[in-house]
């Protein structure tokens, strides 16, 4: 089933995806079916979270159980961020990208723009 993008906002996000194992910050939602429509059951309708909750299901919910005028092109889709610790680097792609972990957030580098020495470590943490 799928969830309405109605009263969903960025702290739903943030509950979801940390409750998948991702950043529980700096997340972002897409409404009006951005990845697509989605079929079967739209499951919930309204979802007022906190960000205190550890699981979507922890939140208050309103369920599709009424006429909520709710369709499948407004099913709400997520954008969430890797966890990471200071330090890790991730392979973006192969045009010198990399990404660097710093105070838990990924950044994007481009490796052309540092010193070699900078990027000798890059790359031997990345193997």
């Known amino acids: 089933g799928t969830v309405c993008h ?3 906002d960025v702290i739903d996000s943030n509950v ?3 409750q998948l194992g991702f950043q529980p910050h700096g997340n972002s939602h897409h409404v009006n079916s951005h990845f697509g429509s989605g079929s079967g059951p739209i499951l919930i309708y309204r979802t007022y979270c906190s960000g205190t909750e550890a699981m979507l299901l922890d939140c208050n919910i309103d369920f599709f159980g009424y006429n909520s005028g709710c369709n499948h092109y407004e099913d ?6 890797l966890l990471c610790s200071d330090g890790d680097v991730m392979l973006v792609s192969t045009n010198n990208l990399v990404l660097l972990c ?7 580098i481009r490796l052309d723009s540092i010193d070699n020495k900078i990027g ?3 790359c031997s943490q990345l193997g």
């Open 102 to 108: 710093v105070n838990s957030t990924w950044n994007l």
């Open 76 to 81: 709400v889709g997520l954008t969430c961020e």
């Open 6 to 8: 109605d009263y969903w």
């Open 120 to 122: 000798s470590v890059v």
């Open 16 to 18: 979801v995806c940390k």
